[in-house]
């Protein structure tokens, strides 16, 4: 290789092994393990993303989806990213420099929300709720009253406090107000009731990996009519390219003008988790989800652990643990992956120490895999 | 299931069949088919984001990714997206609201380096060429006088067009100007000789999907030591949440510090990939290309074809091949695909009906897709 014209360096040129990860049960707060059926999609020879088939298949997503999220928009896609990607493509899309936009935080994700709004110029505004909370409707108004909101963004399912927030009145308020509502749905989609055309929902996303049981890659955004109509009004370019859905709805809309290339085998897989949930029936997928986490909250109490959550706002798909006095709560999480293979995680912000988070979502949501998680910790704890 | 205090409606609850496409050779520009290595590494079972044996798979991606742009720069990662995100990442971390930014359009990716480098604020100066051709060092320095930019953008490898970006000589010229250099690589990262080290590149993108014979769905990125010191010191927040390299960083940083939830199978598929590259090697795979690419044009010339760019600045990952007159290029393509399985595409701007744009990336340069496509040509040319 002497006569080479270039001088190539092998510094980082390391020898990797065969792919190989422990057996991992994914029992925290997202990805959940995926089901098999989607991992053998993923693995399907590629199309093109312009070839007739994988049309075809887009349409297909895109109506599997309308009907997890029990609604009729015609802008309901996959965002090519994760979840976060979601989240910002329903602020950069909705909200135009200087409107307010008026965010419930009572967890991590609302301050996330806050942050990506600011970027896009909105003026943040912030009602605050001590993590594990929801807001009630008197509370909502009220804040509508004193801020006047162009969008009202609020997270239904709080992954990093396991409280779900009612949304029911919520959408009149909004529309009274004359404000966009805006929800994060990334620990709920497939797993908890979500009806978001009755409950007038004018913006939503999601992420892939947590009830759907795919892999994370993909993050579901659906903008209902009033929120279009603010797109397609917006005096400014959104200011993300990448996710500006007036160019992005081109593509999955009946143009197909080409954007960027989507992520052909994690719609593969994604088409394949949808088709689980058309197949099973969302009815049938809540209860179970409900049934799995009653078994899980029942086992808890058994062994005196409580949780974080008041039972009437506890999301079925994630539940924060409260650790009791005096257990290291990090070295218990770490005891369960290193020697049962099994993941829980940390509490964040506010609840960091405090608890633990466990998922029992879309595949993951069965009855074994509560008895594995409460057996191995009640060993772990000495409460077996 | 009368008793459901739900009302659930059924109508988008479609009934797809089993996943099936057809068996495409993907000889167009990207996706290219992926390795069947890299398709098996992706229905491996999932680990969290943050699991130990993720941490080092990431690593190794880091590694294998810095081997295969030679480059030692630290802020080396795949961006959770597909080639357009890392674009989008190049701009949003390197740009100030009013930098100038010079931009070298000589084809499609250009204009869309503009239009993104616009949204975040960029005093955006473009240098334009017929498509098809380049700029030489003469030209880009009486621009650099001219404009004076904080960055110059140059696409090395011109997916629109087929062309190659000599790029010798830029990076003192940028130092000399006290400028970024920023370039897209999405076509010719692993195919293509590229020496971001050497050539003194400050910025660059690339895709999975294209020479790396990954599925798209990561976009990888590098910053070196001028870009990320100018990111440290930056006066605003990045503009775009998701692909802000100051929060982004520490995720694939020592610190590992929750930001987005990665896409875990596309790396296990983008690692495997990477892998593959280094398992050939740089020397050897870029004269894989290259003996492919001849072959193919060997082949053109025989069959009384020509193609659209100069033999020198030709991408051996991409060719255009001019339409011959009276030929209806777009019922070629058709044919192609319905009659062959073969993909190729159709020109796109100032090539649209023009050219057709033939594809030999990664594991799908190799003969025996040469003498398909040729002989499926020809046949439909009737010049067999």
Redesign the interface.
């Known amino acids: 290789?002497n006569d080479?014209p270039?001088?190539?360096?092998?510094?980082?040129?390391?020898?990797?092994s065969q792919?190989?990860?422990?057996?991992?049960l994914?029992l925290?707060p997202?990805?959940s393990?995926?089901h098999p059926r989607v991992?053998?999609?993923?693995?399907?020879?590629?199309?093109?993303?312009l070839?007739p088939?994988?049309i075809e298949?887009m349409n297909?997503v895109q109506?599997?989806l309308?009907?997890a999220w029990?609604t009729?928009n015609q802008l309901t896609i996959p965002v090519?990213?994760?979840?976060?990607?979601a989240m910002?493509a329903s602020l950069a899309n909705t909200v135009e420099p200087g409107d307010a936009v008026l965010i419930g935080v009572n967890g991590y994700f609302g301050n996330?929300l806050a942050?990506?709004a600011?970027?896009?110029g909105a003026d943040v505004r912030c009602i605050n709720k001590p993590w594990g909370q929801v807001f009630d409707l008197d509370e909502l108004r009220a804040a509508m009253i004193e801020h006047r909101p162009a969008v009202l963004a609020l997270v239904h399912a709080e992954t990093s406090t396991g409280a779900r927030q009612p949304l029911e009145g919520v959408g009149d308020l909004c529309r009274e107000f004359d404000c966009l509502l805006l929800i994060d749905t990334v620990t709920s989609l497939g797993g908890v009731?979500l009806?978001l055309d009755?409950w007038q929902v004018d913006v939503a996303y999601s992420?892939s990996?947590k009830c759907l049981s795919c892999?994370?890659?993909l993050a579901p955004l659906t903008l209902g009519p009033r929120a279009v109509k603010k797109l397609q009004n917006r005096k400014n370019?959104?200011?993300?390219?990448?996710?500006d859905m007036t160019l992005v709805s081109k593509y999955w809309g009946s143009e197909r003008t080409y954007?960027?290339?989507?992520?052909?085998?994690?719609n593969?897989?994604f088409?394949?988790a949808l088709?689980l949930v058309?197949e099973e029936?969302?009815?049938a997928r809540?209860a179970r989800h409900q049934a799995t986490a009653e078994l899980f909250w029942d086992g808890l109490a058994e062994m005196g652990l409580s949780c974080h959550v008041e039972r009437q706002y506890r999301l079925p798909s994630l539940t924060t643990v409260a650790i009791p006095e005096g257990v290291d709560g990090k070295a218990v999480a770490g005891r369960l992956?290193r020697e049962y293979n099994i993941?829980i995680a940390a509490g964040l912000g506010e609840l960091g120490g405090k608890v633990w988070r466990v998922g029992l979502m879309g595949f993951n949501s069965r009855r074994e895999n509560v008895v594995v998680l409460l057996g191995a910790l009640g060993e772990v704890l000495g409460r077996g």
């Open positions: 290789m080479s270039y001088s190539i360096s092998d510094a980082h040129r390391i020898e990797a792919l190989d990860v422990p057996p991992r994914l925290g997202g990805p393990n995926a991992l053998q999609a993923l693995s399907m020879r590629q199309v093109g993303h070839d088939a994988f298949l297909e109506e599997l309308r009907y029990q009729d090519s990213g994760t979840g976060s990607a910002e996330r942050d990506m600011g970027r896009y009731p009806l009755e992420g990996q892999p994370p890659g370019k959104v200011a993300n390219w990448y996710l954007h960027h290339t989507a992520p052909i085998n994690m593969y897989g088409r394949e088709r058309a029936g969302l009815e809540w992956l993941e």
